[in-house]
């Protein structure tokens, strides 16, 4: 690599984290109004503990966000495994109507969800954030695990099944391992789509009962201290905790494996 | 004893006819190769044997067993792919002992065998390397071993050189033709390769638009071809055009003489000679008079390869193509006028 190169990448990582060592760092420091110069202090962590409505919403979004990567993930890698491996009618119109979704606003799928899910009686809260976040994730799910399938060549199945696999044994000794790098990427994606879902969770909430961002967002407008930047600061280490995970977790499965 | 027997097989996809009528017989322990060109149908057919494909009419027998209805992970075959197939998970000696695993063979026996049949091969002690660490020619070897180490009823190989270059292939066809021998199992080959197909079997057929048109030794194969597709596709070949004229053929105004049965009087028939069977010489030089037939001709053109030279041409309005060895260093000018001549058996009588 060219040093200009070298140059360029840290200028991009400076970009890209700079913001967010900010934000952290805020979380310590004294000041309710950011002021420097910075006086270190661990208050807003203190006084986040006794925020239970802070804390709440803080786990509502954890667990949001893991019910969704793994619903849909399951449901996501079976829509792949019947558009890329089976053929039938309407496939390809079906494989072309996966794409839409991720173009479309959130704020029209929001709207859309809200409208329907009133109808239907599905109503507001948790359970209903779940189901718009699983149905936002899912087309990500397709997608990445599709794209997966097409790099697999179909012969490593046939060649399982000329030595005695049934297909049932054949994917699972041999497809589902080769793909659980592209189903723990899908898997990371519904997890960050989720986590970082603001208009559809607003749109969906009831008071109470939200997810973090809707919660940082209505305590910006009434007036708020780094309290908020505490809370971040640990929602982003797990959340880096768990995609780390995640990325060791994928390794033996071998995303090194496929040439 | 039958190794695969193949009846009445025929394959369509939507309209278009793939295979007709196949009916073949491979022999236990034979190395037959199925040669065609592309799109000839070989794949269709050794993946109808291996059960990968359902066949629309007929039966397929191994090891004297109907299979038709059986799936591929029931029938005991083998089977090697273009692309290896290897499973990138896995060390090479799982690769070669998954089959054993499927067969309940397992632990100490299974390494036995996984080791025994990776020194047929010749990669002893690579069993605990992953397939992405071998050359071409190494996973080659390795997907031969996983294919023969649970021995099949039938060994199918789909073109499984033609992905290697020239000098690894030749090497690989006399690895191939050695561990066929060493386990003498019924190996059915596919390939478009003539000169591999002549070099390797036992038997060699010919496929042309689904049909298998000629099957036998290569030897027969060469020299008997029994339809211009035959004679074309294996080798080089003169068609002399003609009609039957007192048990010999009229081309050019010459009579050719044949050894094969011919139709009667005024029936139009076709010749084959192959080049390399034809005696070129000065048309003032004295002939030997022991070849039956003699045609004069003109050369047109002379292809020069050193230890081989190619002539062309022309008697009339026909073209012909003759090889004769560069035995002494002067090639006939062109445009001098030669006699060619070779012997009657070498006029082969083939369908159109
Ligand atoms: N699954 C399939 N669907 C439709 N057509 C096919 C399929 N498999 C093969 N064919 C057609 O059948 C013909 C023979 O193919 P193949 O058996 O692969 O020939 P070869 O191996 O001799 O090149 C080709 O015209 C090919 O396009
Ligand atoms: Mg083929």
């Known amino acids: 690599m060219t040093s200009l190169a070298r140059i360029f990448l840290g200028l991009v990582l400076v970009f890209l984290y700079l913001p967010i060592v900010v934000m952290a ?15 270190f202090s661990t208050h807003w962590y203190e006084e986040l503990a006794g925020n239970g409505r802070l804390i709440e919403a803080g786990w509502n979004s954890i667990w949001l966000a893991v019910l969704t990567a793994v619903i849909a993930t399951a449901l996501g890698t079976l829509a792949a495994l019947a558009l890329w491996r089976r053929t039938f009618r309407g496939r390809a119109i079906l494989r072309i109507l ?7 606003p959130w704020l029209i799928t929001g709207t859309a969800m809200l409208v329907f899910f009133f109808w239907t009686g599905i109503g507001r809260g948790l359970h209903a954030m779940l189901i718009g976040h699983v149905a936002l994730a899912i087309p990500y799910v397709v997608l990445v695990v599709g794209t997966g399938l ?10 399982a099944m000329s030595l005695g696999s049934t297909p049932i044994h054949a994917f699972f000794r041999v497809t589902l391992p080769l793909l659980m790098p592209s189903i723990v990427g899908a898997a990371l994606f519904a997890f960050a789509v989720s986590l970082d879902q603001f208009v559809i969770s607003y749109f969906l909430s009831v008071p109470g009962m939200t997810t973090l961002p809707v919660e940082i967002y209505s305590a910006i407008r009434k007036g708020f201290t780094p309290e908020i930047n505490a809370i971040s600061t640990i929602l982003l280490v797990a959340s880096m905790i768990v995609i780390l995970g995640f990325a060791r977790f994928a390794r033996p499965g071998g995303i090194g494996e496929r040439s | 004893m039958s190794g695969v ?47 990968f494909v359902a066949p629309d009419e007929g039966s397929v027998r191994i090891a004297g067993a109907d299979v038709t209805g059986v799936p591929v992970y029931a029938r005991n075959i083998g089977m090697v792919f273009q692309s290896y197939a290897l499973f990138p998970h896995m060390s090479v000696a799982a690769n070669v002992g998954f089959g054993l695993g499927r067969r309940g063979i397992r632990g100490k026996a299974a390494r036995a065998q996984v080791e025994e049949a990776l020194e047929m091969v010749r990669l002893p002690g690579f069993g605990a390397r992953h397939p992405k660490q071998l050359s071409g020619g190494q996973q080659q070897r390795v997907a031969l071993a996983r294919a023969i180490v649970i021995r099949p009823d039938v060994l199918l190989l789909d073109e499984p050189l033609s992905a290697l270059d020239r000098r690894l292939r030749q090497e690989m066809q006399v690895e191939l033709l050695r561990i066929q021998r060493e386990s003498g199992l019924t190996t059915i080959f596919v390939t478009h390769d003539q000169e591999e197909a002549l070099t390797l079997s036992d038997k060699v057929a010919i496929l042309d638009r689904g049909r298998i048109v000629q099957m036998g030794r290569p030897a027969e194969v060469y020299e008997r071809p029994r339809t211009k597709f035959a004679a074309e596709f294996l080798g080089d070949a003169n068609f002399l055009t003609g009609i039957v004229r007192a048990g010999r053929v009229e081309i050019a105004g010459a009579a050719i003489a044949t050894e094969d049965r011919l139709p009667p009087d005024g029936a139009t028939v076709t010749l084959a000679v192959r080049p390399e069977k034809i005696a070129i010489r000065p048309a003032d030089a004295a002939g030997s008079g022991a070849l039956e037939n003699s045609l004069p001709a003109t050369v047109a053109s002379v292809i020069y390869t050193g230890t081989a030279l190619t002539y062309m041409l022309r008697s009339g309005d026909l073209s012909l193509k003759v090889f004769a060895q560069n035995s002494d260093g002067s090639p006939l000018a062109e445009g001098s006028a030669v006699v060619l001549s070779w012997a009657a058996r070498h006029s082969v009588s083939v369908e159109g």
Request: hydrophobic content about 40%; charged content about 15%; proline content about 6%.
């Open chain 2, 5 to 51: 027997d193949v009846t009445g097989v025929a394959k369509s996809y939507g309209a278009t006819r793939v295979l007709t009528d196949i009916t073949q017989s491979f022999e236990s322990g034979t190395f037959t190769s199925l040669l065609g060109p592309s799109g000839s149908g070989k794949t269709t057919l050794l993946r109808i044997v291996a059960g």
């Open chain 1, 25 to 39: 760092a805020m979380g310590f420091n004294a000041s309710p109004l950011y002021a420097l110069p910075f006086d």
């Open chain 1, 98 to 104: 996966l794409l839409p979704p991720i173009a479309i």
């Open chain 1, 150 to 159: 097409q790099t697999l060549r179909a012969d490593l199945e046939e060649a």
